[in-house]
């Protein structure tokens, strides 16, 4: 689902098959796949960009890093979360961040905001342990404590996590197109809010198809746990006229009416627009909010957020 900023394209990489030996670790990357847990990746030498590589994993492209500019966002829906999240803590202001990444792919991301913010302390839950190894191995991420990676199934980390833990709390899962649901549900949305600090601000990566079904559930879900949100896509995503990525966030603290980070996303190679809570809830009005199956184990579900005094829910 992630749409490239520059319109490079990948080349025609060979699918060669590298042979890493059982219990080392690449020294750097290699173009090529790679067997993982859970099934292959491919790294891709970006064309375009000599310092540049693309991660595919099974099948679907996940990430790019540039190893000399880890401040450089090539999909163009990371740019929007990086200005979200500098636009709620401003870098001149030097914030201690706490960040709980859900979905690792190549750590884009997580090595932005360490060159963002050098005293931030992040955590990456990656389900595929060896994807996780090879990433480590590729690209020189920053150690623990600075960044840690956590290998584990992400809703599983999410409620074993300590309350008001986290600032910030990112959910960029996908099997295929769609996110698993266990993390897309109410009670889901709880954990998280649970983790978060007063203030924090939990983004979820929503991808869908022009009918914008899984979108709309998905802001009624979070706009259910949290009691100010936010939507940021690209005119024509929001419009319903393509497959894409919509960036989601929740917070319990109003976003800021902040002119500089809508021109900022309107300044992108794909122009983005932010709706406020009142849009969000209005396109969100009349869909379902998703919750976990009956019988499934028992779990904290937030009280409905308080809807402020001015927003419209009409649709």
Known sequence: MAKRGRGRSAGTAERGVVDVPKGSRPSGPVAGVYYIDTGDCELIPD?????????RINGVMSSHIDLADPLFLDFEYMRWIAALVESRWPRESKPKLRALHLGGGACSLARYFHAAYPDARQVVVELDGKLADYVRGWFDLPKAPLLRLRVGEAREVTETLTPETRDLIIRDVFAGSLTPRPLTTLEFAGHAKRVLAPGGVYVANSGD????KNAREDAATIAEAFAHTVIIADPAMLKGRRYGNMIMAGSDRPFDDDPGLARRLLGGAVPAHIWNDEKVRAFAAGAAVRHDPAGSAPAETPAP?????DSSTAP
């Open 209 to 212: 198809a022009p009918d914008l």
């Open 305 to 309: 957020a308080e809807t402020p005094p």
């Open 47 to 55: 064309q375009d960009n000599s310092s540049g590589w693309l991660l």
